[in-house]
């Protein structure tokens, strides 16, 4: 049952035991699961992009739940180019996963001077996962 299945994620190094085997921790450095919390992410955005992206070029997951390093009470970085961004704003301040995603919007044209102006997001996106739209 589920302690044989707890033994093997153990013996794979996905999981510890702790305090005389009462506890366990997931190994958060471990590539399976920071794998699993980007394909979750990745999942969990699945309704908010089939919304945005027919009023986008571009969408792109950046910060720690692309990198797989979320905690569960991290947000949701999401870069948007849209000629219509207070739509797309809209959007997903009503999706429910709203109140969780940290939300940039920018015009495609003027992304070049947001990248100038924000290196920081931008060096974050450029390494984040490209969700709709073409490559970088």
Not at 22 to 42: G, P, W, Y
Not at 80 to 91: A, F, H, Q, R, T
Request: charged share 20%.
């Amino acid at each position: 049952g589920i302690l044989e299945i707890l033994q093997q994620l153990h013996e794979f190094g996905i999981v510890q035991f702790h305090n005389n085997n009462r506890e366990i921790s997931i190994c958060n450095d471990h590539l399976v699961v920071q794998m699993m919390k980007t394909f979750s992410a990745v999942c969990d955005l699945d309704g908010i992009v089939s919304l945005v992206q027919p009023l986008s070029t571009k969408g792109v997951l950046y910060g720690s739940r692309a990198t797989g390093k979320a905690r569960t009470d991290s947000n949701y970085n999401l870069l948007v180019l849209s000629d219509s961004p207070e739509e797309v704003k809209k959007i997903v301040t009503r999706h429910p996963l709203g109140r969780r995603i940290e939300l940039v919007v920018c015009e495609p044209d003027k992304y070049p001077d947001f990248e100038r102006k924000n290196p920081g997001i931008a060096q974050a996106v450029d390494s984040g996962i490209v969700m709709w739209g073409s490559s970088w």
